[in-house]
């Protein structure tokens, strides 16, 4: 049997895997749009994000500036063996890291200083459990400056030494430092040479331990000979 011409026609239009070639052609290119569209509102998503965080370090940085306008302490260099009361600044997120700071905080206190931590979380979710005080990020306002009771008192505590312990620069971690009353404060480097007396460089791929070791490895070998910090 002959087919009708219609009936070619249909067949011609039809795809080798079933269906008609242009309704497949048609989700294709629906797809394609729909996977386009997503991909501009994700870009679009990631550069109004940058802008926004650019704009609140600016206000930050800003801000920061202006308390340390009005900010007067004498910090100069501390012997860490004469070092009594010692504040400790790390990052509380990863339970491993909160773990090494612990036992260093232990190591410390067997060597007769008395000790004080204060934590970040990078995170909202509320951790009443921890040992130590700690801040979140609902505790940073819209321009990333921590405010907490336990900030301030960290902040107005006028430490022999203040360790950042934390390998990456953290605006909030810095904040603290820059505005600390601690005589001298060691960090990691940073371009913000102001928060600190002393930085401490380390690779990327060192984990906290190695960061601690290189610290200690610094301030144990400092001389009171030193020139105060301006």
Not at 58 to 73: D, T
Not at 80 to 85: G, V
Not at 174 to 195: M, Q
Request: net charge positive; proline share 4%.
């Amino acid at each position: 049997n002959k087919s009708s011409p219609r009936a070619a026609k249909e067949n011609r239009r039809s795809c080798p895997f079933g269906g008609n070639i242009e309704t497949v052609f048609s989700q294709k290119t629906n797809l394609r749009t729909k996977q386009f569209s997503k991909y501009v509102r994700t870009r679009k998503q990631k550069v109004t994000m940058n802008f926004l965080n650019k704009l609140k370090l600016h206000a930050h940085n800003y801000f920061l500036q202006k308390e340390l306008s009005k900010h007067r302490v004498n910090h100069q260099s501390v012997d860490f063996e004469n070092a009594e009361t010692i504040g400790l600044l790390f990052d509380a997120t990863q339970l491993s890291e909160r773990e090494t700071i612990l036992r260093f905080a232990e190591k410390l206190k067997k060597q007769g200083k008395k000790v004080t931590l204060l934590g970040f979380v990078d995170d909202k979710v509320g951790h009443d459990g921890f040992p130590f005080s700690y801040f979140d990020k609902s505790q940073l306002d819209w321009a990333l400056r921590p405010k907490s009771e336990a900030v301030r008192r960290f902040i107005e505590t006028p430490f022999d030494i203040l360790l950042n312990l934390c390998p990456a620069a953290l605006p909030g971690l810095d904040y603290i430092a820059a505005l600390s009353h601690a005589k001298f404060r060691v960090g990691p480097a940073t371009e913000k040479i102001f928060c600190y007396e002393l930085m401490v460089e380390t690779a990327p791929s060192n984990n906290l331990q190695s960061f601690i070791d290189q610290v200690v490895s610094f301030i144990t070998k400092m001389r009171t000979t030193h020139e105060p910090a301006s």
